[in-house]
């Protein structure tokens, strides 16, 4: 495998770094993991007893006598019948919002970020420089590359562009001293869905060139066996996800193993991809149910509309596990919060996927842990020995010969702190929905919304569009909400409304299973305006429904089944605006309600 000189020196830095930490953590109260099967990242120890001390791992003996120097006020944790692990590693995952904490909750310690907004990536690393953070997992982020329109433009993170290949150095300079541990390079033409403007073929060694120069690892999204022959070609260090075309074969296995990549094949959203996803699966165990939020639920239950392809599944599993025959080191990585994918959960999920794909339950633990850090060069985690970093979790049962024993958590630590998990708040007593009027505008004056109403538009997720509203007269009395915009170009999925809330606030959520149908009066340009429903089930990607409007008034009934994937007993809000396509638009609304 390909080693570059900064991930030597990370180690060595750590090292060396780790000593004031483990002299100043002297006289912190122990705790004792006794008598527990050990998975170290590497073997499985019968039968051994780790001691925490402070941040760090203090010591690793066989048995399950407590050493002497643990002293007597240690707090000692019984680990017969149970399997102790390095906090898992997902090598592949996109976080905002609460997504590190929902990790930790699933014994995920370290996350690698493939897409975030460079200034909160930094602000988490600033945070972890600081000290621990034993509340959260921890973060690497790749610097992303990518085109003007291409993918990952669409996610709502304002990213950076390379369009001029001469500029590729000084790019990937402003990715480093943006704090990128690795850069993580988008080579997506949209083979698998709509055409996407990427890069040509002969840019793709220039900027692993730069990556290299600059000390950073290249790695690469793909979605092709023809895309990942190109990347190998030009140098990548891994690939972070599996292709799912189907034209893979034996010299393709052969070309990565010659080159010493890595791959992350992110089997969980694949799944999802196939239509066979187990996201609904996943949720229904009891042992992970009690601690899923509902939008992670909602999440795991979402799909891509795609109609199920088992072969399709069973040939991405079969090139997964000839490559890991092969020799090429295999990474666990969940691509949280695509659908049927969440934070944390679907990270046990992937495990699973591994072990069908003919990786042991061992190999595919090692996957999570150790072959992650070894890959990245992470250094002082997803091991257990003494001076390492104490990510612990403790799992009953043997994971080592179960894999989905994993899911049966007894007791997380992070950076040596007991980690107490969450459970999901209960969804009784929430405000069941009459039938209401949610807004007639006969108050309205100026611009001023009514309360609980607002503008909504995709520059909150990175876009460009804009809107503007206020009160209009109806011809035949009254008063109506003339909304009037543009939607722009700079994000794929763009638009521009009013949005009105169901409860206090977004992500309040209320109980309309008495609720048939969005109603309203419309008047418009004769164009097809889109309606979106918000809500537990749906995560945080809105459910979209059309509808017409021309210049004479008419009423608008959608009912709520016209929402795909929601779930009315959990809704948050709703939304009403203008067309998809670009340009200027108005539209004028009356009587919004909820109507049985």
């Given amino acids: ?44 120890l019968p039968n051994t007893t780790v001691v925490i001390r402070g941040p760090t791992i203090e010591s690793v003996t066989p048995g399950d006598d407590i050493p002497a120097a643990a002293g007597a006020e240690a707090t000692v944790v019984d680990g017969a019948g149970m399997t ?74 304002a990213l950076a562009t ?23 390079v988008i080579y997506e033409a949209g083979s698998a869905g709509r055409p996407l403007p990427t890069f040509a073929a002969s840019t793709l060694p220039q900027i692993v060139t730069a990556a290299h120069d600059h000390d950073r690892l290249a790695v690469f999204h793909i979605s092709t066996a023809e895309a990942a022959r190109e990347v190998i070609a030009a140098g990548a260090d891994g690939l972070v996800h599996m292709y799912f075309d ?82 090429v080191p295999i990474l666990a990585g969940s691509d949280a919060p695509n659908p049927g994918t969440t934070h944390g959960a679907s990270i046990h999920r992937e495990l699973e996927l591994l072990v069908r794909a003919g990786l042991t339950p061992v190999e595919a633990l090692r996957a999570a842990t150790a072959a992650a850090v070894d890959a990245f060069g992470l250094g002082d985690r997803g091991r257990i020995a003494a001076g390492l970093k104490a990510d612990l979790i ?65 520059a909150f997720a990175g876009g460009k569009s804009t809107v503007t509203s206020a009160a209009a007269p109806r011809d035949e009395g009254g008063t ?25 606030q977004f992500n309040d959520p209320v109980d309309a299973g008495d609720i048939r149908a969005l109603a309203f009066d419309a008047r418009g340009e004769g164009a097809t305006y889109q309606a979106m429903a918000f809500g537990e089930s749906l995560g945080m990607r809105p459910a979209a429904a059309p509808f017409g409007a021309g210049e004479d008034w008419g009423r608008v009934e959608i009912p709520l089944s016209s929402f795909r994937g929601l779930d009315p007993s959990g809704a948050w809000a709703f939304f009403i605006g203008g067309p998809t396509d670009l340009g200027p638009f108005w539209l004028e609304i009356d009587n919004v309600e909820l109507v049985e």
């Fill in 1 to 44: 495998m390909k080693r570059l000189p900064f991930r030597l020196l990370r180690v060595a830095i750590v090292a060396v770094c780790g000593l004031p930490a483990l002299a100043g953590s002297a006289l912190a109260q122990p705790t004792v993991i006794q008598g527990a099967r050990v998975f170290t990242g590497d073997e499985v």
């Fill in 84 to 157: 102790l692990l390095p906090g898992l590693i997902d090598s592949h995952t996109h976080n905002f919002g609460p997504a590190l904490e929902q990790a930790l909750n699933f014994g995920v310690t370290t996350v690698l970020d493939m897409l975030t907004a460079e200034a909160m990536a930094a602000q988490w690393r600033r945070e972890q420089a600081a000290g621990a953070v034993p509340s959260r997992a921890d973060v690497f982020a790749g610097g992303p590359v990518t085109v003007a329109g291409g993918h990952g433009t669409q996610f709502g993170v």
């Fill in 162 to 184: 390379l369009d001029d290949p001469e500029k590729t150095d000084a790019f990937i300079a402003d990715r480093v001293a943006a704090g990128a541990d690795f850069i993580k």
């Fill in 246 to 327: 189907g034209t893979g074969g034996p010299e393709f296995v052969e070309a990565a193993h010659e080159a010493g990549i890595f791959i992350v094949p992110t089997l969980a959203v694949l799944e999802t991809i196939a239509g066979t996803g187990g996201g609904v699966e996943l949720a229904a165990d009891p042992r992970i149910a009690p601690f899923l939020t509902p939008e992670q639920r909602g999440g795991l239950g979402q799909d891509f509309g795609r109609a199920p392809d088992p072969e399709l599944m069973a040939q991405i599993l079969a090139g997964v596990g000839a490559l890991h025959t092969a020799g």
């Fill in 394 to 458: 403790l799992v009953r049962g043997d994971a080592t010969e179960d894999v989905l024993a994993t899911r049966d958590i007894a007791a997380i630590w992070k950076d040596g702190t007991s980690f107490e998990r969450r459970k999901a708040e209960p969804t009784t007593g929430r405000p069941r929905l009459e039938p209401t009027m949610l807004g007639d505008f006969e108050d309205l004056s100026g611009s001023t919304l009514p309360p609980k109403w607002s503008h909504s538009t995709d």
């Fill in 480 to 504: 109506a909400l003339r909304i009037e915009g543009e939607i722009k170009e700079g994000f794929p999925f763009p638009w521009s409304g009013v949005m009105v809330l169901l409860g206090s």
